[in-house]
């Protein structure tokens, strides 16, 4: 049985400069933005509760829009086969109606998302860019 060999390098075998075993010296990395002192910042806990206000309310809403749709459905079919017009019942309505409240928070969404995290964002893009330099 032969020996254990050396694992291969990560990049399959291929040799990078700066990488182990390079005779070039490793470039030092680049220097970012203090992503931990950001993520700390006021702006950035201003920045996810401005998402935060948004997304988790509406979600809770929406799923329980969905659940009762899906219960009545299921367990009240009486109330969702009661003909509101012509062939048009509850339950058919209730159906479309998961699709207009899709595109309605999609929108609200935008909507939000233009007034008070794009803001924020860009605000805080500008000063890390700016920092950057």
């Known amino acids: 049985m032969a020996p254990p060999s050396s694992p291969p390098p990560e990049s399959g075998g291929a040799h990078r400069p700066g990488s182990a075993g390079s005779d070039s010296p ?11 002192e950001l993520q700390d910042s006021a702006q950035f806990a201003d920045l996810r509760r401005a ?6 309310p509406l979600t809770v809403a929406f799923l329980v ?8 459905a299921a367990y009240a079919r009486g109330f969702m ?4 017009f ?14 207009v409240s899709t595109f309605g928070i999609a929108l609200a ?7 008070r ?9 500008a ?5 950057a330099r």
């Open 26 to 36: 490793r470039s030092s990395p680049a220097v970012g933005p203090p992503w931990e």
């Open 81 to 84: 086969d009661t003909p509101v």
């Open 65 to 72: 829009w969905y659940l009762t749709y899906v219960l009545c």
């Open 86 to 99: 012509g062939n048009v019942n509850v339950g058919l309505i209730f159906g479309l109606l998961q699709f």
């Open 51 to 56: 998402v935060r206000s948004f997304i988790f």
């Open 109 to 115: 969404y935008s909507r939000h998302a233009d007034r």
């Open 117 to 125: 995290i794009d803001p924020l964002a860009d605000r805080m893009r």
């Open 127 to 131: 000063e890390i860019e700016e920092a």
